[in-house]
């Protein structure tokens, strides 16, 4: 059953004649010495009713038994080919180790490696264009110490050393550092996957559930390479963290489940956060930014982004240039809280909640932004813009502007104790389509 499996898989990538050539002209083995493959790419197989002790390299008639004797007998730029360990559910139990040696290595399954404690693969590349392939391969870890992760990934960041692949495959709990570049493609990972440090990954057509995605940089590190983490078409069902100065974007396809905690943001000469969120957005998400005093900085871009849930940004520098946020055609269906020091603009959006203000100082600031946009169909009913806490000589200015003829104006309704309720009221709008207004709340 395993060789006619490996049978396919070669000619699937070419090898065809080369494993007829292993076979006799009736179909039976050859009976001989071993042979040994010496094709661009040797294959060497792994299966349940392999021996190490007999198996040899690139010989698909003596398979090994397991996956780390096959790591040690082959060389740069080989393909371990891996059966499944029996019927479904039975795993490889190792915990294996590539060895630095190895340039370039894939494993290409069907197969599950599941150890009953400790890390299943530990990748810790040093050569230049050092590459770990993944296809169609199951890891994880029965591991119970959450710490303890199914793959650990462990490289330099230096131009030209490092790359991992994963594709069609599943992948426990992860963690990815200061790797070059790393493409990750129709993937399951059922723990959180960690991402530090590293150059450009690209995530497509995949799901990370089981815990909170995580994407760090830290920019101290003059010679790290700092990526973009690009998540296209992809389901983020814990949601998604974001630590440092990352560079972070996620398609108009892409879904993050769980709310995004964007609390531990950095600032660095010439380090900034880069954000951008174009898709779907679930549970709470909270976006607190560390501008460089006197620098204006612009590291938060949700165009055509709709957020379910609350949405919180603010800045950890209330006197520093102002942080510039996109959000045009953006939906905020929740309550909308803006920090002290943020411009919002949001041409075209729709804020189908309550907008809220946050001050926490006594100069005059403009608390919501020097201009927000709303949009051209806000809902039926009132839109309340809350400022708070009340501040003696303090500007606020509120500006919303409708661009159609036939879309609702806004005029300001009431006075509260904690600041203004603007409603949508059509027979107030102009001849010219836009209404602004502006409020000062003195002693």
């Known amino acids: 059953m395993y060789i006619a499996a490996f049978r396919r898989a070669m000619q699937q990538i070419g090898l065809g004649p080369i494993y007829d050539a292993l076979i006799a002209s009736e179909g039976a083995i050859v009976i001989g010495p071993p042979v040994v493959v010496t094709s661009p790419i040797t294959v060497t197989y792994v299966a349940p009713d392999g021996d190490d002790a007999t198996a040899a390299r690139g010989n698909i008639s003596k398979p090994f038994l397991t996956i780390q004797a096959a790591l040690l007998a082959i060389v740069s730029g080989d393909v371990i080919d891996i059966a499944p360990a029996g019927p479904p559910g039975t795993r490889y139990a190792e915990n294996l180790v590539v060895p630095a040696a190895l340039l370039e290595v894939t494993l290409r399954g069907p197969a599950e490696i599941s150890p009953a404690t400790g890390v299943a693969l530990t990748y810790t590349p040093t050569g230049a264009r050092a590459a770990l392939n993944l296809d169609t391969i199951t890891i994880e870890t029965r591991d119970p110490n959450p710490a303890i992760n199914a793959l650990a990934v462990t490289g330099t960041a ?64 003059a010679t790290r390479v700092r990526g973009t983490h ?34 531990a943001l950095g600032a660095l000469a010439g380090v900034m956060p880069d954000i951008t969120i174009h898709g779907s957005c679930g549970g709470t998400c909270v976006f607190t930014l560390a501008p460089s005093v006197g620098v204006p900085f612009n590291v938060l871009d949700l165009t055509g982004a709709s957020f379910s849930d609350p949405v919180t940004i603010a800045t950890t520098a209330v006197d520093a240039q102002p942080a510039q946020v996109t959000a045009d055609n953006t939906v905020f269906r929740d ?12 041409s075209n959006a729709s804020i189908l909640g309550t907008l809220v203000g946050v001050a926490s100082g006594a100069s005059n600031r403009s608390i919501l932004t020097p201009t927000i946009t709303a949009v051209p169909a806000p809902p039926v009913g009132a839109l309340a813009v809350a400022i708070s806490p009340a501040m003696l000589d303090t500007n606020y200015q509120v500006i919303f502007e409708a661009r159609d003829v036939a879309s609702p104006a806004f005029y300001l309704l009431s006075k509260t104790l904690t600041g203004y309720t603007f409603e949508c009221v059509p027979s107030l709008l102009s001849a010219s389509g836009s209404v602004s207004t502006t409020v000062t709340r003195g002693p």
């Open 158 to 221: 230096v131009v030209g050393t490092a790359s991992v692949g994963i594709k069609d495959s599943t992948i426990g709990r992860s963690r990815f550092v200061d790797m070059l570049t790393i493409d990750i493609f129709g993937t399951q990972t059922l723990g959180p996957p960690v991402f530090v440090n590293n150059g450009d990954v690209t995530v497509r057509n995949s799901i990370t559930q089981g815990g909170r995605a995580t994407v760090t940089y830290d920019g101290t590190v």
């Open 230 to 263: 690009l998540f296209k078409v992809c389901t983020l069902r814990a949601g998604l963290e974001l630590v440092g100065e990352p560079e972070f974007v996620s398609d108009q396809a892409t879904r993050i489940e769980g709310g995004i905690d964007a609390t």
């Open 335 to 346: 309550t909308v809280t803006i920090g002290e020091s943020v411009e919002l603009e949001a």
